[in-house]
């Protein structure tokens, strides 16, 4: 850990509102991106940010440095992802929202198309985007959770077990299968 994320934490821990401000503006891209590509609607993937921000402010105390920052923070993220599925299972609230521009450009989701392509090129992007969004989403969570940190956050599989708790044998059979689904479900719409 470096010296100025162990400073952070002595900040957080003294409920210092600035380390607080400090710890969003650092996590806050990559925090939504997990939520959003787990929960596939911009506003419960902004909900659930904003409570995993007050969850890791409320309890920094428990966070040991037996591991990253990051891999605590994201481990807190999936939790509150997976929490968040089993409610709205529960409430029948699954519809998912089509993603859009505000999306991709307010919120730092690293998918988005870049802005010189030709215009043509652009539109097949975005399509392409949306039905990956809408292909993920019907994972089953346990395979959502490793393709998302794997191949959307870029995680190594060596955090995504620390983050998840899963052997490193389980992640790699989950993230085959997870790809293998995904192939099939975009193989139909190329």
């Not at 921000?53 to 309890?59: D, L, P, Q, R, S």
């Not at 699954?94 to 989701?109: F, Q, W």
Request: glycine fraction near 4%; charged fraction near 35%.
């Amino acid at each position: 850990m470096t010296e100025p994320e162990r400073q952070l934490l002595r900040r957080l821990r003294e409920r210092d509102e600035r380390a607080f401000r400090e710890l969003i503006s650092e996590h806050r891209d990559r925090v939504f991106n997990i939520t959003f590509r787990m929960l596939g609607n911009r506003a419960e993937a902004e909900d659930v940010a904003q409570e995993v921000f007050i969850t890791v402010f409320k309890t920094i105390d428990t966070f040991r440095e037996e591991a990253k920052f990051s891999t605590w923070l994201y481990r807190v993220t999936v939790n509150h992802c997976k929490n968040r599925i089993k409610y709205l299972a529960r409430r029948h609230d699954r519809d998912r929202d089509e993603l859009d521009e505000t999306a991709h450009s307010g919120n730092g989701v690293n998918a988005s198309p870049p802005l010189t392509r030709a215009p043509d090129r652009a539109v097949e992007g975005a399509q392409m985007e949306v039905l990956l969004q809408e292909a993920v989403a019907t994972l089953d969570e346990e395979h959502r959770i490793v393709v998302v940190l794997r191949d959307i956050e870029d995680l190594s599989i060596e955090e995504i077990c620390d983050i998840t708790g899963l052997p490193d044998g389980t992640v790699k059979s989950r993230l085959h299968r997870a790809r293998l689904a995904l192939r099939k479900k975009l193989q139909r719409h190329v």
